[in-house]
């Protein structure tokens, strides 16, 4: 059996893993609009679309250049959480 403190580390370290997983796109995400909204700002075009295409791209991008250390995290954490459950 699980006691209180050991479901409380298993859901602060699914909280870090979940920062550590979206953390990167987001930031890739952040910094593209940023950059769009600098050089609507310069051009004065105020185009809403023009921002989504490349934060759409840039985040796939991302996700794919970070896909093999997100998939090692997330496989430790599984089986960190399979131990747990088939040690009962």
Partial sequence: ???GPEVLDIGREGIWL???L???LMIV???VGLAIA???ALTQVQEMTLV???KIISSFLAMIVALP???S???AYMSRISGLIIGG
């Fill in 1 to 3: 059996m699980l006691t």
């Fill in 18 to 20: 979940l920062l550590q």
């Fill in 22 to 24: 979206a953390g990167p």
């Fill in 29 to 31: 995400g952040l910094v």
């Fill in 38 to 40: 600098l050089v609507q």
């Fill in 52 to 54: 989504f295409v490349p």
């Fill in 69 to 71: 250390f997100m998939a």
């Fill in 73 to 75: 995290v997330l496989a």
